[in-house]
């Protein structure tokens, strides 16, 4: 038996207010019959703000030459694909094999952040129903799809785009009116599934007044390299022709729905602040609020490949991460230092500190490692360890003059590694010191903002650890010739650094001790520890603490999933 109907290519907006869509003459003995779902001329635009990452780049297309603003790229060509994350495990293992070749030097010239460009040409999930396919391709890059990593945002988009637009079904046989299953579920979900007791009702008549516009689903990429006020303009640019567009078309829009991830959520809380009136609402997810420490510890140390909480599948992937992302602060240190986007993801002055720890464990018996394995392995025991360094009082109100401080062991940024290709004209140090105070400024000038209408869901899970703290941990074996304080153990003069990470010191010129950084030690999604997460408390109409997905993942969780799809409806009942 043949089926009734087939959907037919979402309908396409014709000027004078109308809907077209293209189709095929056929015989009369062609019994089924196209379907094409008319949409209300009231258009909600959802707009997608990935995180950091998480949108492609490629060497600009038409670069600005000069001596004095040269945007050519030294190693790509123009229009080369620069950042194009892997979106399956082969095609990750062998970017990790390219990129961990990839020198220091190199890293630096191919993410010259003024040389690069959005890039739209990416990978992209197109939404299918049963039935399936009802929108083109075509139609989806040209709202911006192209420009995000498919693997982290394809589902999200291609949920939304699918299920925004399909609110009730007419049953065939008793022509009775009935919500489509997706809706069902969300007005049954468990909240506490969401980390909540109680959530708002979500009733058939919302979905009635719901039903009454049309929800088109865009991204917006942007150079995550970039100071986030920058980005934030290019998105109110972005919101602003979008509205544009449909008002062109005969349709009434007035205002968008935002929904971020990660550093998108500061890019979209900027947006918001300079153009408040234009959105509707937003929802952030896995948003660094107030920063992460996990940002200083990976331009530190390098991108950490393995956490307590991993399984070996999560420590293979961690590994093949790092070695993409830089595992060595050699790797990291070109790209990141002098990125005010990166930066802007550290610690920031609302971040509850003291985050950054020193600490030495006494060990009493051997007096190192090796003469306890010639002496049969007796176990030494390790005294309660003591915090010598919790930031200085002095730099404590201020976490941007630690970052600022290029002197100290325990320093954010080595400025010998900042700039391998020598491009900085006017001196390394001037270019880390004007990308602090940007991110600072930054910082300062978002403060706690959030759009009145605001909702936030964050990782609260004990099975994902996140860095809420660094801490640098030393063992010092059998009596001290130096009695250790907070100041000279903070004043340590630096003797190298090891690949594994550590760091060595010599105390006031009498102790040698070796400082490495402690894995994870919180709560968190793997990336965003709960601390960070939980910060619009009492600042958003309600936080959800979740659990069940890692940080860049977080869209692909079915419960999420279901989550946003409930926010989307909640904010346009507050926008009637």
């Not at 399956?88 to 191919?110: E, F, G, T």
Request: with cysteine.
């Amino acid at each position: 038996m043949r089926e009734p109907t087939r959907p037919l290519p979402s309908l396409v907006p014709l000027p004078h207010g109308g809907w077209g869509v293209d189709s095929y003459m056929s015989s009369a003995d062609y019994t089924i019959r196209g379907l094409g779902l008319v949409p209300p001329n009231t258009i909600v635009p959802i707009i997608v703000v990935p995180g950091i990452m998480g949108t492609n780049l490629r060497a600009k297309m038409n670069p600005r030459l000069g001596r004095l603003n040269d945007e050519r790229n030294e190693i790509l060509t123009p229009g080369a694909i620069a950042w194009r994350p892997p979106n399956d495990i082969p095609s990750a293992v062998r970017d990790a094999h390219v990129w961990d070749k990839l020198s220091p030097r190199d890293r630096q010239k191919w993410f010259d952040r003024a040389t690069l460009e959005v890039d739209d040409r990416g990978p992209i999930v197109v939404p299918q129903t049963d039935d399936g396919y009802v929108v083109t391709e075509a139609e989806l890059r040209s709202r911006g799809w192209g420009e995000v990593h498919a693997e982290s945002y394809g589902l999200l988009l291609s949920s939304l785009q699918s299920q925004l637009n399909q609110t009730f079904g007419m049953d065939e046989k008793t022509h009775r009116r009935f919500v489509k299953p997706h809706w069902k579920r969300a007005m049954g979900y468990d909240p506490r599934k969401w980390g909540v007791r109680e959530i708002a009702p979500l009733t058939e008549a919302h979905l009635e007044n719901y039903a009454k516009n049309y929800y088109p689903v865009y991204c917006f990429g942007y150079n995550w390299l970039d100071d986030c006020e920058t980005s934030a303009k290019l998105l109110e640019k972005r919101v602003a022709d979008i509205i544009e567009s449909w008002r062109k078309l005969s349709r009434t829009c007035e205002k968008v729905i935002l929904v971020t991830h990660s550093m998108g959520g500061l890019v979209a809380r900027a947006c918001a602040k300079r153009i408040s009136g234009k959105i509707a609402g937003v929802i952030h997810g896995a948003m660094p609020a107030y920063g992460a420490p996990v940002a200083y510890r990976r331009i530190a140390c390098g991108t950490e490949a393995f956490s307590p909480s991993n399984g070996v599948k999560d420590d293979i992937a961690g590994y093949v991460i790092a070695q993409i992302l830089g595992d060595s602060p050699e790797k990291t240190t070109p790209v990141l230092a002098t990125s005010p986007g990166a930066l802007e993801l550290l610690p920031n002055h609302l971040y509850p500190g003291p985050w950054l720890h020193v600490r030495v464990v006494k060990v009493r018996g051997q007096a190192n490692a090796a003469d306890h394995e010639r002496k049969g392995g007796i176990k030494p025991t390790e005294e309660a360890a003591t915090d010598y360094l919790k930031l200085p009082s002095s730099i404590a109100p201020n976490p941007y003059d630690l970052y600022r401080d290029m002197r100290r062991w325990y320093r954010l940024i080595d400025p010998h590694l900042a700039d391998p290709a020598k491009k900085h004209k006017k001196g390394v140090l001037k270019a880390i010191t004007d990308a602090i105070d940007t991110a600072e400024a930054f910082h300062r000038s978002l403060g706690d903002y959030y759009h009145p209408n605001t909702y936030v869901f964050y990782g609260d899970d004990r099975s994902k650890l996140s860095f809420g703290q660094v801490r640098w941990v030393a063992r010092q074996w059998g009596n001290s010739a130096t009695a250790l304080t907070t100041s000279n153990v903070s004043s340590a003069q630096i003797l190298g650094r090891s690949y594994d990470r550590s760091r060595r010191v010599m105390v006031e010129g009498k102790t040698d001790l070796r400082f490495e950084p402690d894995p994870q030690d919180t709560r968190g999604d793997g990336t965003v520890p709960h601390q960070s997460g939980a910060g619009p408390a009492g600042k958003v109409k309600q936080l959800f603490a979740a659990q069940g997905f890692d940080h860049q993942g977080s869209y692909n969780n079915s419960d999420i999933l279901m989550l946003t799809l409930r926010l989307i409806a909640k904010i346009v009942q507050e926008m009637s």
